[in-house]
């Protein structure tokens, strides 16, 4: 079945730098991805949707500059966390949706998750 | 108030009960999801409903349109379905809502 790949699944760094997070679809091409944060006992919020060969579109309240995003390829976008700090601190997961199977309510595939901790 | 609304936050059962989580949702919708997420974080997608009734194992979701609500039950709960579940509303082509999800622990 359709895998979504999310690498890394936990990262450690510093205040001040920067962290790439990889969202991967294994054996579908995707030209929508979906990248969600998750802080502790709450739900999913979107933070932004990436299209492959254009840019992101991102929710109301998330930084553009701060969390970067690149959907070069019908695999692979990428989120990197500008200038991190402790408050970044979060669970990151991305989502694709396979469109091999037909429209927008075609079934979602979700990565396993990266757990951030900024010190 | 929320635009999804999942009860109960958590619920423990004995091994073999029948389990209902509920959600309801006070917006227009394209489709419903319900999703698993693990204690390691992983999240698996279970159901895309957006009428009527799907099953799988032992597994059942339904959703009532005209009532803006949906219901996942468990048959036959065992300790591996101890996970968090999530209800998501399909609100356009692309946006999703969370629900902030039912932790169930099924104890044998």
């Known amino acids: 079945g359709a895998v979504v790949s999310q690498h890394p699944s936990w990262v450690i760094c510093k205040s001040g730098t920067s962290v790439k997070i990889e969202c991967r679809s294994l054996?579908?091409?995707?030209?929508?991805m979906f990248w969600y944060r998750q802080f502790p006992k709450q739900s999913l919020m979107l933070m932004a949707t990436?299209?492959?060969?254009?840019?992101?579109?991102?929710e109301q309240g998330v930084e553009k500059d701060k969390f970067l995003i690149n959907h070069a390829s019908l695999t692979l976008s990428t989120l990197t966390v500008t200038s991190a700090h402790p408050e970044d601190s979060s669970f990151y997961i991305c989502?694709?949706?396979?469109?091999?199977?037909?429209?927008?309510?075609?079934?979602?595939?979700f990565g396993n998750g990266t757990r951030l901790t900024v010190t | 108030k929320n635009e999804v609304e999942q009860s109960p936050q958590n619920l423990t059962a004995q091994e073999g009960e029948f389990i209902t989580i509920n959600c309801s949702y006070s917006?227009?919708?394209?489709?419903l999801h319900w999703l698993q997420q693990h204690p390691g974080g992983g999240i698996v997608s279970l159901f895309m409903?957006?009428?009527g009734k799907k099953k799988h194992g032992r597994l059942i979701a339904t959703i009532n349109i005209q009532e803006k609500h949906s219901s996942l039950h468990i048959t036959a709960s065992h300790p591996r379905d101890s996970a968090v579940y999530i209800c998501?509303?399909?609100?356009?082509?692309?946006?999703?809502?969370f629900g902030t999800g039912t932790r169930l622990q099924v104890f044998p």
């Open positions: 989502s694709a949706r396979d469109l091999r199977v037909g429209s927008y309510n075609s079934p979602l595939h």
């Open positions: 917006v227009g919708i394209s489709a």
């Open positions: 054996d579908f091409q995707a030209t929508t």
């Open positions: 998501a509303a399909h609100v356009n082509t692309d946006k999703l809502i």
């Open positions: 990436s299209n492959e060969g254009s840019k992101a579109t991102y």
């Open positions: 409903l957006s009428s």
